[in-house]
């Protein structure tokens, strides 16, 4: 069955950094497109990142452009969020989810269950 | 604030039917497949419907979707109390580039 396990979510403090992962299994990560989705607590869900299969093509929502930056690495079936200036509005339970095919960044067919990021000092 | 426009909640009685709308763009929904996400309590949203309005694998054909313009719809029929969850649609907008979903729309099943 297709896994997804995000990782490294933590108190962080603000202006902090911090790196999530998302180890993917079951499937062959490299042709999927891969979103980041976010929900700050008793919030509605919020597209934070896409990737394309490649990595060639990465895209942000405004809210955190800039800031956090996606990446992949193929040969280890993982996704990453870098996450830079964190503020409070970042605090929040971060998903990833893998695309239903390369290029589909809105159509999610499978999600992790979540890691939760708090910025606070 | 949402992009897309969900109305907040929704009711109905167990086995009755209930419709929930998502209005978007021109460079939304106007222009791109709408997909719609089910979210239990306390659990990862799941994919129900995608291209506007088909389901996956193992999504009851009680669950449907359609797409007019710069709206789309979520159907569910036969209600169930399992059924009550918040829905959420979704779709890439060209003109931002990125995913926009709805804010969400609360299902109760009364």
């Known amino acids: 069955d297709v896994q997804l396990l995000e990782s490294g979510g933590d108190l962080v403090q603000p202006g902090g950094s911090l790196r999530l992962s998302c180890a993917a299994s079951?499937?062959?990560?490299?042709?999927?497109?891969m979103s980041w989705v976010r929900q700050a607590p008793g919030k509605g869900l919020e597209w934070v990142s896409g990737i394309t299969g490649s990595g060639g093509s990465t895209f942000y929502a405004d809210s955190v452009r800039g800031r956090f930056t996606v990446s992949r690495d193929n040969s280890e079936n993982t996704l990453y969020l870098q996450m830079g200036s964190l503020r409070a509005e970042d605090t929040a339970i971060y998903y990833c989810a893998k695309g239903l095919h390369d290029g589909s960044h809105n159509e999610l067919d499978y999600w992790g269950q979540g890691t939760l990021v708090t910025v606070s000092s | 604030q949402s992009v897309l426009t969900q109305p907040p909640s929704v009711s109905a009685a167990p086995g009755q039917k209930v419709t929930i709308s998502c209005s978007g763009s021109s460079s939304s929904i106007g222009q791109n497949h709408v997909s719609w996400y089910q979210q239990l309590a306390g659990a990862a949203p799941k994919l129900i419907i995608y291209?506007?309005?088909k389901r996956p694998s193992g999504i009851p054909d009680r669950f449907s979707g359609s797409k007019s313009g710069t709206s789309a719809t979520l159907g569910i029929s036969g209600l169930q109390t399992g059924d009550e969850a918040d829905y959420y649609c979704a779709s890439w907008d060209s003109r931002l580039e990125r995913v926009l979903f709805g804010g969400g729309t609360k299902l109760t099943v009364l």
């Open positions: 079951a499937f062959t990560f490299s042709i999927y497109a």
């Open positions: 291209v506007n309005d």
